[in-house]
């Protein structure tokens, strides 16, 4: 039997061995205020039941002895149609009791996740790990080391990540629970919890359902009656629960095509307007001007951007109704997902806030480095596309560490924020995007795991991988806010050591990756 550490930015398969430098002790560096993660892998020579994985402290306490929070998470395994097995989907042990059998000439890997207050005292703090088997137990240690740099909460930290989300949150086939029920409500909560540990802190909110939901009806710019019940609540819910940094009102534009988007009505039926015409303008120069209002009387002036057509291939349309959208409702910051650079050209003219797709970027960067210059706010963001091997992606079939490695990259160009697709549409089984066997582009549409029994979100690797990344985006940006001459100086060399300034010259080097962690937290323990 083997046992040895690895670090959470490693993808571990069932066939891994141990390197020439492995060891069954490792340490981990973390800032305070924020989490970080090792792996414990086990490898047997016979068939084995592993029985249950304790974690201590060097106090001999288990878990929350010193205010430090200790999780455990079992590695799960999926096989996809290249007849691999990956690991991505994170089984949380309870008291770390688990019932695992391991075939011989195996390795299973588990995941020791930590949280460090801001309270604890910078220094080195020892967990033995023992995984207890029907063969015998196995040992490791990691020792994880507190530094003096603190990251910053979610809500306010000075880089956004926006996860777009299904309002579907559990099948309610399969679960009981009605949309806006309390139970619906209490699963929303937990998203909320779920959002908050990933620092997705500018959350989606799509308008349309919750206005309809709630009994809003609209048949013309003098006759239309809006209620904002269920709107309220879903924003007041992520702001007392410390989620949410900014909001952004989803587009119901067509995406690409822009044809056409879906309204109230006079009833309880959604209804569709043509855009660009007398009809369709009084809609939406009415609904984001009454959305404007609401939002001022509420106090949440300023905390709102909004999408307006996903993914626009032609910019009539869009530009449009920016006009509209500036003259209803002109706090309202205007952004959008931009897949061509024919129209990121026009558009990037004209909005403080982009969002090119991370390919469309690395093909003119020139034209988002003018945006920047010119005070505009940049954000990149990938979905499904771009697929090729080489580029940084969230995909289920690629190496964990480019969940880490996207954030950096952000950083990298100037990017304040990065935006994904995919939090919970885990699609059907003839998907492109899901978790089915022959997707193509394998997790795309999510980074969180249905658990029907227990009604509620499983984690990923690419979860806290992603987590993790804007843990440290958060440090960038302090340095980069904050720092003296020299900090600032190290911090750009590092990020140019690291991502070359794009989306691609990358390393997936695990051990490299982590002497540069070490290094950001250097420079971050140096802050005044």
Not at 86 to 92: C, I, V
Not at 141 to 166: C, M, Q, W
Not at 169 to 182: A, D, F, H, R, V
Not at 253 to 265: M, N, P, R, T
Request: glycine share 6%; aromatic share 12%; charged share 30%.
């Amino acid at each position: 039997m083997l046992i040895w550490n690895e670090p959470s930015t490693k993808s571990i398969f069932m066939n891994a061995r141990p390197g020439k430098d492995a060891s069954a002790e490792s340490f981990l560096h973390a800032a305070r205020n924020g989490y970080c993660a090792a792996q414990v892998l086990v490898r047997f020579l016979e068939n084995v039941r592993i029985r249950s994985v304790e974690v201590l402290s060097g106090t001999g306490d288990t878990f929350e002895d010193n205010g430090i929070i200790v999780r455990l998470f079992r590695q799960d395994y999926k096989k996809y149609n290249d007849c691999t097995y990956y690991p991505d989907r994170l089984r949380e042990l309870k008291n770390g009791r688990t019932d695992i059998k391991v075939p011989a000439h195996s390795t299973r890997a588990f995941r020791v996740d930590f949280f460090v207050p801001e309270s604890i005292a910078p220094g080195k703090y020892t967990y033995p790990v023992t995984v207890k088997t029907d063969k015998g137990d196995l040992t490791s240690k990691i020792n994880l080391i507190v530094h003096k740099a603190v990251i910053r909460d979610p809500a306010d930290s000075t880089f956004g990540h926006e996860y777009f989300f299904n309002l579907d949150l559990l099948p309610k086939n399969k679960t009981g629970i009605l949309p806006y029920s309390e139970e619906w409500w209490e699963l929303l909560s937990h998203y909320a919890d779920v959002m908050k540990e990933m620092r997705n802190n500018t959350i989606c909110v799509q308008p349309l359902p919750l206005l309809h939901h709630g009994g809003s009806t609209y048949n013309s710019p003098d006759d239309f009656d809006f209620k904002f019940d269920l709107f309220d609540r879903f924003i007041e819910l992520f702001l007392k629960k410390g989620a949410a940094r900014d909001f952004t009102l989803s587009a119901f534009i067509q995406s690409v095509e822009g044809k056409s988007f879906s309204a109230l009505s006079g009833t309880s039926d959604i209804v569709s307007y043509e855009t660009n015409t007398p009809l369709g303008d009084d809609y939406l120069r009415t609904f984001y001007g009454g959305i404007s209002k609401h939002i001022s009387e509420k106090g949440w002036k300023g905390l709102f951007r909004v999408h307006i057509e996903d993914e626009p291939h032609t910019t009539e349309v869009w530009l449009h109704t920016k006009k509209i959208i500036d003259e209803a409702a002109p706090d309202l910051l205007a952004g959008e997902p931009l897949d061509m650079i024919e129209s990121a050209r026009v558009i990037c003219d004209h909005c403080g806030w982009a969002v090119p797709r991370i390919n469309v970027h690395d093909e003119d960067p020139a034209v988002f480095k003018r945006f920047v210059e010119r005070g505009g706010e940049l954000w990149l963001y990938s979905c499904c596309f771009p697929e090729e091997a080489y580029f940084l992606n969230k995909f289920v079939d690629l190496p964990v560490i480019r969940s880490r490695l996207m954030e950096w990259a952000c950083i990298g160009v100037g990017a304040k924020g990065f935006l994904h697709w995919g939090f919970n549409y885990w699609g059907r089984g003839d998907s492109l995007y899901g978790f089915n066997a022959d997707a193509r582009f394998k997790g795309d549409g999510a980074i969180v795991y249905k658990n029907l029994q227990a009604k509620k979100l499983d984690l990923s690797a690419r979860f806290m991988n992603t987590r993790d990344g804007l843990q440290d985006a958060d440090l960038f940006m302090q340095i980069i806010e904050r720092g003296n001459d020299k900090q600032k100086k190290d911090v750009r060399e590092l990020l140019d050591e690291v991502t070359k300034g794009d989306f691609e010259a990358h390393s997936d080097d695990t051990e490299e990756f982590e002497r540069n962690f070490e290094k950001l937290l250097a420079i971050a323990d140096s802050l005044e």
